[in-house]
């Protein structure tokens, strides 16, 4: 046999070689791209899946919200007619205490946290806050006295179900307007008192974007608390401690010293009224204190009075 002969024979076995390893290489290839298209094929089917479940979860959630809102209705506006039917305005408290039931339940510990925020010394600026929201309560208050009509003004949950003088009262102080039910009612609401004013700080402080943003939301603030039976007027009155309440919000927000006053307070209170140590959370701890003050000052200021009114009876 030739060299050329050979050459030839050499040449022809590599050429074969290289078509059956092409021919493998290309069933490898369509192999794989099967595959592939059955894993597309699978992953399509789990997002479609994936995504029935999360319209199922949607609907199932919109329906426990609308469950959550009617019952919230119901809650509010039962006791209002009941009150209408028996004239028995402790039917008023039942929503006050259902609330707060929900709010102290699993925040015992932030209420006393709360309470220990103030001491030694940071009851002063959170203090001087809230008389600043009673300033601004009441300012905005005579405003709306001498513009909107007495009509307009007295509208309450209470008028709407014609229950008489106590149209327009919030619900909340009913226990403290009865004097037999105060010595009860009084220390359960002064407990839940820092954890309803950290709710709303929450809802209505924190995340706000401007004046115009706290404007709005001061203006809801105030408008919820027809849900209690407070009349128009002061709940358009109270507009004005919700923007006070934003003016401690944006400046704790830009305290540089945030840190250093956290840094004061116990462990176990700092863990647990900031544990993300970020200025909106900071903002809405300074707001709570601010609110809390307020609210208790109030509290405190209506129950004097009713002591004051029984003792003068006796």
């Given at each position: 046999m030739t060299d050329n002969?050979?050459?030839?024979?050499?040449?022809?076995?590599?050429?074969?070689?290289?078509?059956?390893?092409?021919?493998?290489?290309?069933?490898?290839?369509?192999?794989?791209?099967?595959?592939?298209?059955?894993e597309?094929?699978?992953?399509?089917?789990?997002?479609?899946?994936?995504?029935?479940?999360?319209?199922?979860?949607?609907?199932?959630?919109?329906?426990?919200?609308?469950?959550?809102?009617?019952?919230?209705?119901?809650?509010?506006?039962?006791?209002?007619?009941?009150v209408h039917l028996t004239r028995n305005t402790l039917w008023l408290i039942v929503p006050t205490l259902a609330?707060?039931?929900?709010?102290?339940?699993?925040?015992?510990?932030?209420?006393?946290?709360?309470?220990?925020?103030?001491?030694?010394?940071?009851?002063?600026p959170a203090l001087g806050w809230a008389l600043a929201g009673f300033v601004a309560t009441a300012s905005l208050f005579l405003i709306i006295y001498l513009v909107i009509p007495p009509v307009a003004r007295d509208w309450s949950l209470g008028t709407l179900f014609g229950i008489g003088s106590e149209a327009g009262r919030n619900t909340a102080t009913i226990g403290l307007l009865t004097p037999w039910l105060l010595p009860f009612y009084a220390p359960i609401l002064a407990f839940a008192l820092p954890i309803l004013a950290w709710i709303e700080?929450?809802?209505?402080?924190?995340?706000?974007?401007?004046?115009?943003?706290?404007?709005?939301r001061s203006l809801i603030f105030g408008l919820v608390h027809l849900t209690a039976g407070v009349s128009l007027g002061p709940c358009l009155a109270l507009t004005g401690p919700g923007l006070v309440f934003t003016i401690v919000y944006f400046r704790a927000m830009h305290d540089p010293r945030q840190q250093e006053h956290l840094a004061q307070l116990p462990a176990w209170a700092r863990d647990t009224l900031a544990p993300d140590p970020s200025p909106p959370m900071y903002g809405v701890f300074r707001a709570t204190q601010a609110h809390f003050v307020y609210n208790a000052l109030a509290i405190g200021l209506l129950v004097v009075v009713v002591l004051f009114s029984a003792s003068s009876h006796l």
């Open positions: 002969e050979e050459t030839w024979e050499d040449w022809q076995r590599q050429s074969e070689q290289r078509q059956r390893q092409y021919e493998q290489e290309k069933r490898d290839f369509e192999q794989r791209q099967r595959d592939f298209e059955q597309i094929a699978r992953l399509q089917m789990e997002t479609a899946r994936a995504e029935r479940r999360l319209v199922e979860a949607k609907r199932r959630q919109l329906l426990v919200e609308r469950a959550l809102m009617a019952g919230s209705i119901v809650l509010i506006l039962v006791p209002f007619a009941l609330g707060i039931g929900w709010t102290i339940k699993g925040n015992g510990r932030r209420a006393f946290a709360y309470y220990r925020s103030l001491w030694p010394w940071a009851w002063l700080e929450l809802v209505f402080r924190q995340g706000t974007r401007g004046w115009r943003d706290a404007l709005w």
